[in-house]
């Protein structure tokens, strides 16, 4: 048997969740649909809603209610099991350090100490065989040190960045 936990949440802005087993169908009837907008029956009261947006991959809908937006969030069962077991941090980011990938020349630094980076923001380029390659951040975090400087030649494997 599962849990509540364990059941299909619905959140909507914020405001509160309701297990979907909570709102029964009879409850909210749809009494006529042109493209995405919709007249809804709910507790004996007509309601005039426009679906803006569904993200399927995220389960989230933004929709409009008589002239309101409600971002609307869905988790299931295997969404809230996901999250128990820690997926969802493990493919977060952990590299502490970037090292060169090839020895070349520092042509360029974009970042500098103490700077918060986002995820697929440029560090820096190297020149390497005739070609610029810009290495990006692996994802969010702040830079503790730069190990090289603009024009420096780098070997294969040295430290470029470290991550706090």
Not at 50 to 78: C, R, W
């Amino acid at each position: 048997m599962l849990t509540n936990r364990y059941k299909t949440n619905i959140e909507v802005n914020n405001i509160g969740t309701w297990l979907a087993s909570d709102l029964e169908a009879s409850e909210i009837r749809v009494l006529e649909e042109i493209g995405q907008h919709k007249k809804v029956m709910y507790n004996n009261k007509s309601y005039q809603v426009y679906v803006k947006s569904v993200d399927i991959q995220t389960k989230t809908a933004l929709i409009n209610v008589d002239g309101f937006d409600f971002k609307v969030n869905m988790k299931e069962p295997l969404d809230h099991l996901i999250n128990d077991l820690g997926f969802l941090k493990a493919s977060k980011h952990s590299v502490k350090e970037i090292k060169s990938p090839m020895p070349g020349l520092v042509v360029n630094i974009f970042v500098e100490e103490g700077q918060s980076v986002a995820e697929g923001e440029k560090l820096l380029s190297l020149e390497a065989m005739k070609m610029e390659n810009i290495l990006k951040s692996p994802g969010e975090g702040i830079i503790k040190s730069v190990k090289v400087s603009k024009g420096n030649s780098v070997d294969k494997n040295q430290i470029l960045v470290v991550f706090e």
